[in-house]
T-cell receptor, first 109, second 117 residues
Framework: LAKTTQPISMDSYEGQEVNITCSHN???????ITWYQQFPSQGPRFIIQ???TKVTNEVASLFIPADRKSSTLSLPRVSLSDTAVYYC??????????FGTGTRLTVIP | KAGVTQTPRYLIKTRGQQVTLSCSPI?????VSWYQQTPGQGLQFLFE???????NKGNFPGRFSGRQFSNSRSEMNVSTLELGDSALYLC????????????????FGPGTRLTVT
């Protein structure tokens, strides 16, 4: 089982880069990792997805080291509106989805 | 384009009853997945439907069932409700289903908050 763990909470000042790490095990080279953002009273919102070393889109980057025992979501220059809970999702098969416990990010002015 | 809608948004049921939740996907999306979110267990995958067929299934008891209609709208049913079924039930839609190709992006609805007393 690919149990996933994340830090419970993180604080960051506005304008800083934030890196949130998700630790997992037993994932194959083509297993996908996805990150979601969730605000109170809303469903999760897709941020980024990948299975290779590095993926970048307009809002974030995803880094996966060679041992694939963790992945890191990088948010450049966070703003107050980035205050939310962030979840990683590891998919080891179509039926095997493992969500992380979630990291509550608080951005401080 | 309208997002994923779920009805009702809030629901209170008594232990032993059954409940049906509804999800309307984004127009053009043919896959609907259901998830349960609780403070204790976090986010857990229930099942996924595509073109009226259940394609993928998580590890939940048979009391949890679903179906999808020809217009891609989906319903989830929970029978013989237990106190532990109190949760936020989320549905998400996507163009394809998990496993059909390398990656896919899901769009979540706001959820239905079910309280079992």
């Amino acid at each position: 089982l690919a149990k996933t763990t994340q830090p419970i909470s993180m604080d960051s000042y506005e304008g800083q880069e934030v890196n949130i790490t998700c630790s997992h095990n037993n994932i194959a080279t083509n297993d996908y990792i996805t990150w979601y953002q969730q605000f109170p009273s809303q469903g999760p919102r897709f941020i980024i997805q990948g299975y290779k070393t590095k993926v970048t889109n307009e809002v974030a980057s995803l880094f996966i080291p060679a041992d694939r025992k963790s992945s890191t979501l990088s948010l450049p220059r966070v703003s107050l509106s980035d205050t939310a809970v962030y979840y990683c999702l590891v998919e080891t098969g179509a039926n095997n989805l493992f969500f992380g416990t979630g990291t509550r990010l608080t951005v401080i002015p | 384009k309208a997002g994923v809608t779920q009805t009702p948004r809030y629901l209170i049921k008594t232990r032993g009853q059954q409940v049906t939740l509804s999800c309307s996907p984004i127009s053009g999306h043919r896959s609907v997945s259901w998830y349960q979110q609780t403070p204790g267990q976090g986010l857990q995958f229930l099942f996924e439907y595509f073109s009226e067929t259940q394609r993928n299934k998580g590890n939940f008891p048979g009391r949890f069932s679903g179906r999808q209609f020809s217009n891609s709208r989906s319903e989830m049913n929970v029978s013989t409700l237990e106190l532990g079924d109190s949760a936020l039930y989320l549905c998400a839609s996507s163009l394809s289903f998990r496993g059909s190709r390398g990656s896919y992006e899901q769009y979540f609805g706001p959820g239905t908050r079910l309280t079992v007393t």
